[in-house]
């Protein structure tokens, strides 16, 4: 089955700073690749995904991510962070053809002042 | 824009007691799901269902737990006797083939 791995639990960052959230899937063929982004006590909203194609995917928000098959990776990325960006971020990778998602365990974004 | 609506958005419930949790996927889903998040904690998949049957289970998705689509329209999630570590925001989530999965906004079940 296919897993995902975001190895930093809790990053902090200065309002106006860029930011990387990495993310490492485990899966055999070509996945599917979600960013979502959960406020307090909110529910799961999508920031942006990888079906296909270009490798690099705008979202909302003015999040970006890169898929690198030769890594594993789909590290997400903001150039500018704001403090209302401050909230959990999972990865999630799904089978290719199918939206059976698997989550990683999230990281906790703070932004300071 | 249509969406997944999940009902009710808190269930509060003793232990022991039966609980059913209900989702109303988008008309033209075909794959649906039963996600849950203790607090603080990451989302666990617990059951995937299509052409009405269930494709896959996690090992959290025990004989307390069960899904059916009784209706054609309704999804749900029945836990039989509930336990203190039931306690989470059980998310429900609908989709095609080819697409991302759509998530309800969830129900937050206390178990007390």
């Known amino acids: 089955a296919q897993s995902v791995t975001q190895p930093d639990i809790h990053i902090t960052v200065s309002e106006g700073a860029s930011l990387e959230l990495r993310c490492n899937y485990s899966y055999g063929a070509t996945p599917y690749l979600f960013w979502y982004v959960q406020s307090p006590g909110q529910g799961l909203q999508l920031l942006l995904k990888?079906?296909?194609?270009?490798?690099l995917v705008q979202g909302i928000k003015g999040f970006e991510a890169e898929f690198k098959r030769s890594q594993s990776s789909f590290n997400l990325r903001k150039p500018s962070v704001h403090w209302s960006d401050a909230a959990e971020y999972f990865c999630?990778?799904?089978?290719?053809?199918?939206?059976?998602?698997?989550f990683g365990a999230g990281t906790r974004l703070t932004v300071k002042p | 824009e249509p969406e997944v609506t999940q009902t009710p958005s808190h269930q509060v419930t003793q232990m022991g007691q039966e609980v059913i949790l209900r989702c109303v996927p988008i008309?033209?889903?075909?794959?649906f799901y039963w996600y849950r998040q203790i607090l603080g904690q990451k989302v666990e998949f617990l059951v995937s269902?299509?052409?009405?049957?269930?494709?896959?289970k996690s090992e959290i998705f025990d004989d307390q737990f069960s899904v059916e689509r009784p209706d054609g329209s309704n999804f749900t999630l029945k836990i039989r006797s509930t336990k203190l570590e039931d306690s989470a925001m059980y998310f429900c989530?609908?989709?095609?083939?080819?697409?991302?999965?759509?998530f309800g906004q969830g129900t937050r079940l206390t178990v007390v």
């Open positions: 990888y079906f296909s194609g270009d490798t």
């Open positions: 989530a609908g989709g095609t083939a080819n697409t991302e999965a759509f």
């Open positions: 269902f299509y052409n009405n049957e269930i494709s896959e």
């Open positions: 008309s033209n889903h075909l794959y």
């Open positions: 999630a990778v799904a089978r290719y053809n199918n939206n059976d998602m698997r």
